[in-house]
């Protein structure tokens, strides 16, 4: 039994076709980067961590609002750069429905509290002492910022230091 | 026990030496061709020599189980027992393949090199060391020494290879053939001269300890076995008496191995030309009559044979059993460390050698060099990559 | 193009060379040469065959031997390229990637990272070059495991004249009264020889080791398999990779396992060979100092008895008590936890004393603890140390103010402010490891460093991997193939009586020497004439008169 040409061209295409999909979603796959987990458009991971002073702030207390989620560390110079922007902002946008949480990845609550005083931060600033958080968020480089939305979902991802300009925009981007 | 582990090895040694000198009388003997129809008795020297070989692999196996005895784990994990357990295989493998050809051209050259393999790994500590964690384990018996026997019959194939080319290269004129091949006989030379080099420093026991300055900017100790020609970033000579190197070297660099290295290649250089002197002739052509009586065709397929037997028993060593012990012991099969990754050339390079050999045009010289090539390979993965690129895998010796 | 009918009543697929069942020659231009070319038992080679539209045009490209070594020889290259120097993964975290290149390798380095070899397997050109040799892989099989399977079974026992001819091993003139009063003696010793043997109207074929040639496309299917359970570990959820570092006494939630489980490290131990037990070792432990025998963490493993969001601890229930050492993984519902590495002696605490600088009369002790400093401790009436700054890994910034690299205590200093009723205003000193700076000039006081406690940490990966059993699978099936292709091979003997002569032919897909010692053995003693390669030129493969003794070896 022979084949036809046409049985033939459909036989090759099919496979052709699932070969190329293949390679096509290894590459894809690949490109997208690290992140599998939390990205852009998945629910944000809820979370409960306490200040220095003790008080609790859980995520979800947040529904309705825009959360302004970053991830920072003393020793983390960027972090260092971008906080006064932070708390400018944060001001400006206190009223507007916009919260701040500055998760710090777990250092001393002495370390913390002289970093606060120095720059005179004004929104709560949580400590990830188990690390926990950091793994839900699948942090690695620091700063980590997400921009959460309303509903609770996560509407962008950035990493590295923020200027001025860009976290007005960011804020501006999840006033509910 | 220790003590008859090393007299044994000595032993070995000392037959395979003998066997070299029988397995050439057994060639003069020959009066035709060296082809595949010597099943018959065969002349006496070659008899003996074959005789002799596989007495001194007995001898190398007695070495092996009393180590082990000694040591109470399979003495495969460091760079002395891994190069001496590869010279078994590779010796082992030859005793197979001779008994398919009976060809004694073929066993002068491999226990030559079964020999320089041999010296070569007697270099390195000989230490009783315990294994590590992460080496105790079932599947170092069964990893390691799987990937050995794969090598050691690869191995082979380079022998016939390298015989093939010195008997087919026109060597009445200096060509890009000729030149490749001396190429490759005079990297033999320089691992004998760092076996001689080394031998002989080490066995004056000379030794002289410099302190320097690491990349980090702390000071560390470097103990030398050979006379510094290059010292490490900052040196400081502690050793009275000793050397004093001409150059400084900058601290990425381990001045230690440089200096071996250089040493190495000092020494094989100056046998070379001290050869080329005597001899008035490319090494090529000083070999050259010892492979007129074997036919090349049979080269040939001793080389795609070992090849086909040695691949599957590698695939299986040095990859598979490899992933399964790295999944067990790492969390993850594959890494993508050195060691690995050359592991994984190697693999690609003889797979795409058999692929080629599918074609009647790679048959012939072009396999006789791609089999070169692939010892090449697998010497690099031992050498370069146990003790230059340090990695998880490292056997690293300083 | 059309199929082609044979004489001998066989109809071949279009573009056959040699008939499926008779061998005879179908294409004239094969009919010049000397010996056939036997690789695909001459089946049409789809891709040879057709070559129209593009979808034929890429399938071919694919089919192509010259083309997978290619792609091969690049992968091998590329792979080489990749450990010249160490990639990116091996770098420690806190370490800028482009940064250490550049610095620690110079220009090398440089271009190492321009043109991103410093993360080569994982990057976008690395993998292509795998999935193209999936894709091979699969296209050179199918191409050819088809049509010669199809011919292999298809083959008839009586072959045409211009096939056996032309075959590489051949012999003819041979004379029918001897093969027909050795014929029986033939087919036994075929058959002590483990051939199949077939008759047809007085002709032999015999036949061995079929099996062995699908070895090649089993084991590419093996290859094929394992790539498709490569490709799987990107669909999220087949793949957990996460490390948890634990020091002793604490119980933390295990990564990746979304507060499922948590693991209390109740002990964290090393071991190092005793010279005085272990004797064998003895000089090699005094030469190279201490070798670690074994570590291990002792756990507990404890499941969540109702999910928790992060940051918050749940109820625990224990599941069970584990010891975990190297080569040892701690397993439970899908995931293992490995021993990967540790941290010994890690400073958790210390203790000063605040003393009076000439007479070194000490007025009290305090201990630091370094996770939860506090901002003052009193000693006595009127003396107290209060800490100003604390950097846990301390380095001297840019601008040359104190700063630290992490939060680990890697590297613990602290400026202390040390009140005394004398000085009740205080007086600053800076106290690193091994260095006491005094900012402010000369102080009556110090602080002296009394004690430090360790705490070991226990590095821990943890996986979870769905596609293991996919990965052991193709390479189960790679090692058959690999096997069965390689240790055996596939003979053919065609004994045919033609035009009133014995005609000898022979076939196989390697070891022709073999092959040929084996029919040369199997004709001991019968005067028929032993096929000669055809392809050797003087005959120097002249077997005949070897074996009875009358040619001198």
């Known amino acids: 039994m022979t084949l036809t040409k046409k049985k033939r061209f459909v036989i090759r295409s099919v496979i052709l076709a699932l070969l190329a999909l293949a390679v096509a979603y290894t590459l894809y796959a690949n490109l997208k980067g690290d992140r599998d987990l939390v990205r852009e458009g998945d629910p944000a991971p809820d979370f409960v ?24 560390g003393t020793y983390c110079k960027p972090c260092k750069k971008e906080m006064p922007y932070i708390d400018r902002a944060y001001r400006k946008y206190k009223d507007r429905g916009v919260e701040v949480i500055a998760v710090n990845v777990g250092e001393t609550d002495m370390t913390i509290q002289n970093f606060v005083d120095k720059y005179g931060l004004s929104f709560p600033v949580v400590v990830d002492r188990e690390g926990e958080v950091q793994d839900a968020y699948d942090i690695f480089p620091l700063p980590a910022t997400f921009l959460i939305d309303a509903d609770g979902k996560i509407v962008k991802y950035y990493e590295g230091e923020l200027t001025e300009d860009l976290v007005e925009q960011f804020m501006e981007r999840v006033k509910p | 026990m220790a003590q008859l582990s090393s007299n044994l090895l000595f032993a070995a040694f000392v037959v395979y030496l003998i066997a070299i000198g029988f397995f050439g009388g057994s060639i003069r003997q020959k009066k035709g061709l060296e082809d595949q129809y010597q099943e018959q008795k065969g002349n006496v020297s070659g008899n003996i020599a074959i005789g002799l070989t596989i007495l001194g692999f007995l001898l190398q196996i007695g070495y092996f189980i009393t180590r082990w005895i000694a040591s109470g784990h399979a003495p495969v994990s460091n760079m002395f027992e891994f190069v001496t357990f590869f010279s078994i295989m590779f010796v082992g493998a030859f005793i197979i393949i001779y008994y398919l050809y009976r060809s004694a051209t073929l066993g002068l050259f491999t226990l030559s090199i079964a020999l320089l393999i041999i010296a070569y790994g007697s270099m390195f500590p000989r230490d009783i060391t315990p294994l590590i964690p992460a080496l105790q384990s079932h599947w170092l018996v069964i990893h390691v020494m799987t990937a050995a026997a794969g090598e050691g019959i690869l191995a082979i194939s380079f022998i016939s290879g390298l015989i093939y080319l010195i008997k087919m290269v026109d060597q009445e004129k200096r060509s890009r053939k000729t030149a490749w091949l001396e190429l490759v006989l005079y990297f033999l030379v320089v691992v004998l001269g760092y076996v001689l080099i080394s031998g002989v420093f080490q066995g004056t026991g000379y030794q002289a300890e410099f302190e320097w300055i690491d990349k980090n900017g702390q000071t560390a100790v470097q103990e030398y076995h050979l006379p510094a020609l290059v010292g490490p970033n900052g040196w400081q000579l502690q050793t009275e008496g000793r050397m004093e190197p001409f150059a400084e070297l900058p601290p990425i660099l381990n001045a230690k191995k440089v200096n071996t290295v250089l040493w190495s290649f000092i020494a094989g250089t100056v046998l070379y030309l001290l050869i080329r002197f005597i001899a008035r002739k490319r090494i090529g052509e000083i070999l050259h009559p010892l492979t007129k009586k074997m036919n090349e065709d049979l080269l040939d397929e001793i080389s795609y044979r070992s090849v086909l037997i040695g691949f599957p028993v590698f695939s299986l060593g040095a990859l598979v059993f490899a992933m399964i012990w790295a999944q067990i012991a790492w969390s993850r099969f594959w890494g993508w460390d050195p060691k690995e990754v050359w592991a994984l050339v190697t693999w690609l390079f ?15 010289e072009k396999s006789a060099w791609l089999a070169v090539i692939g010892f090449a390979i697998i010497m690099f993965n031992l050498v370069f990559v146990n003790l230059v690129i340090a990695g998880l895998h490292s056997y690293a010796a300083p | 193009m059309n199929q082609v009918k044979c004489e001998c009543g066989h109809v071949n697929p279009p573009g056959t060379i040699l008939c499926e069942s008779c061998g005879k020659i179908l294409v004239e231009s094969e009919e010049k040469k000397k010996v056939l070319d036997m690789r695909y038992e001459g089946t049409a080679r789809r891709s040879q065959t057709y070559n129209r539209t593009l979808v034929d045009k ?25 450990t010249f120097l160490p990639q990116e993964s091996t770098l420690p975290l806190s370490v800028s990637v482009k940064e250490y290149y550049e610095s620690e390798y110079g220009f090398a380095g440089r271009l190492f990272y321009a043109l991103g070899f410093h993360n080569l397997y994982g990057s976008w050109w690395y993998m292509l070059l795998i999935a193209l040799i999936g894709v091979s892989l699969v296209i050179c099989s199918l191409d050819r495991v088809v049509p010669l399977y199809k011919a292999l079974k298809k083959q008839r026992v009586t072959r045409h004249a211009g096939f056996l001819k032309r075959q590489r091993l051949f012999s003819s003139g041979g004379d029918i009264k001897e093969l027909d009063a050795h014929y029986e003696l033939l087919k036994e010793r075929l058959r002590k020889r483990h051939y199949k043997v077939l008759e047809e109207n007085g002709n032999l074929m015999a036949e061995k080791g079929r099996f062995s040639r699908w070895g090649p496309y089993v084991n590419h299917l093996g290859l094929i398999i394992f790539l498709i359970g490569v490709m799987l570990r990107f669909v999220p959820g087949m793949y957990v990779d996460e490390s948890l570092t634990i020091k002793e006494g604490e119980t933390k939630a295990i990564p990746g396992t979304n507060k499922q489980y948590y693991l209390k490290n109740h002990a964290f131990i090393v071991e190092t060979y005793d010279p005085e037990k272990d004797k064998a070792f003895e000089k090699t432990l005094k030469e190279r100092g201490p070798i670690v025998k074994n570590y291990q963490t002792n756990v507990t493993l404890y499941k969540a008895e109702s999910p928790a969001v992060a940051g918050e601890q749940p109820k625990l229930e224990k599941v069970k008590d584990y010891q975990i050492r190297v080569n040892q993984p701690l397993k439970f519902d899908h995931y293992s936890v490995y021993q990967s590495g540790f941290l010994l002696n890690e400073i958790s605490a210390m203790t000063f004393a605040l003393a009076d600088k000439k007479t070194g009369k000490e007025f009290g002790t305090f201990r630091v603890d370094l996770e939860r400093p506090q901002k003052k401790y009193d000693l006595q009436e009127g003396y107290s140390v209060e800490i100003l700054s604390y950097f846990p890994d301390f380095v001297m910034g840019e601008d040359g103010e104190p700063t630290s690299k992490s939060q680990k205590p890697n590297n613990p200093a602290f400026v202390f402010k040390m009140v005394t009723p004398d000085k009740p205003d205080g ?9 006491n700076l005094e900012p402010d000039g000369n102080n009556q006081y110090q602080i002296k460093f009394k004690s430090v406690e360790t705490v070991n940490y226990s590095g821990l990966t943890v996986r979870k991997d769905h596609t293991l059993w996919i990965l052991a699978v193709g390479g189960l099936i790679f090692m058959i193939g690999v096997i069965q292709g390689s240790y055996w091979n596939h003979r053919r003997i065609w004994i045919q009586r033609v035009n009133s002569e014995v005609w000898i032919s022979a076939h196989t897909n390697k070891n022709w020497f073999s092959l040929q010692k084996e029919i040369a053995r199997i004709l001991e003693g019968i005067r028929l004439p032993v096929p000669q390669d055809q392809l050797k030129d003087g005959n120097k493969r002249n077997l005949e008169g070897v074996l009875d003794g009358t040619v001198e070896q």
């Open chain 1, 49 to 72: 961590l306490k200040d220095l002073n003790g008080n609790s702030y859980r995520l979800s207390d947040y529904r309705g609002k825009g959360v302004f989620l970053n991830f920072w």
């Open chain 2, 350 to 364: 003889y797979a795409a050698f058999l692929h080629l050999r599918i074609s009647r045009g790679w048959h012939g």
């Open chain 3, 58 to 82: 890429i399938w071919n490209f694919f089919s192509s031997v010259k083309v997978a070594v290619t792609i091969i020889v690049v992968t091998l290259i590329a792979s080489a390229i990749g």
């Open chain 3, 427 to 435: 007086e600053i000193s800076f106290v690193a490891i091994q260095q």
